[in-house]
Nanobody
Framework: QVQLVESGGGLVQAGGSLSLSCGSS????????MAWLRQAPGKEREFVAR?????????YYADSVKGRFTISRDNAKNTVYLQMNSLKPEDTAVYYC?????????????????WGQGTQVTVSS
């Protein structure tokens, strides 16, 4: 049974930082590209960041988070991370990690093989 479990969400003031983690089990982690997506109240889910499988040599970011967020992976720990700096109130959302067997620059919000349950990030002004 595949499980993706996010952690690290919470409440932070604008300008602050948070680090999210997503631990996985039940899948060959190295073979999956991993992504972070988010959904704010009343809004559609949106792509945040993506890292390629195996070495994680390719990363992609939504324009709204580029330069502030960093995605990384530790294959030994079957974990993907999202370091979020210079947080803004508009970053408030439930953040999800997702595993994807597809290759390449994919920024859609569907088609992923597995999803985590999400972790809440709230940024106060």
């Amino acid at each position: 049974q595949v499980q993706l479990v996010e952690s690290g969400g919470g409440l932070v003031q604008a300008g602050g930082s948070l680090s999210l983690s997503c631990g996985s089990s039940g899948l060959t982690f190295t073979g999956y590209s991993m992504a972070w997506l988010r959904q704010a109240p009343g809004k559609e889910r949106e792509f945040v960041a993506r890292i390629s499988g195996w070495t994680g040599s390719s990363t992609y970011y939504a324009d709204s988070v580029k330069g502030r967020f960093t995605i990384s992976r530790d294959n030994a720990k079957n974990t993907v991370y999202l370091q979020m700096n210079s947080l803004k109130p508009e970053d408030t959302a439930v953040y999800y990690c997702a595993a994807d067997l597809r290759f390449g620059l994919i920024t859609t919000t569907d088609g992923y093989n597995y999803w985590g349950q999400g972790t809440q990030v709230t940024v106060s002004s």
